[in-house]
């Protein structure tokens, strides 16, 4: 049965158990056609294009 040679160190067993729980910001571009902060590679919520073409029909502000 394998057993190690030598105890891990307190400060090696917390820098592999340290990877798991990280977390980064989501990326955040601007969209090509309308300059909303969307993420890439994502519909624009506020347009509703994606690589320059209409895929999701969106509500126009009406006037009056």
Do not use: W
Request: some cysteine; proline content about 9%.
């Amino acid at each position: 049965m394998a057993v190690p040679k030598r105890r891990k160190t307190s400060s090696k067993r917390d820098m592999r158990r340290a990877n798991h729980d990280k977390v980064s910001a989501p990326t955040i571009v601007g969209c090509p056609n309308c300059e909303a902060p969307m993420v890439p590679h994502r519909v624009c919520g506020s347009c509703g294009f994606y690589k320059g073409r209409s895929v999701l029909k969106t509500e126009e502000p009406q006037e009056g």
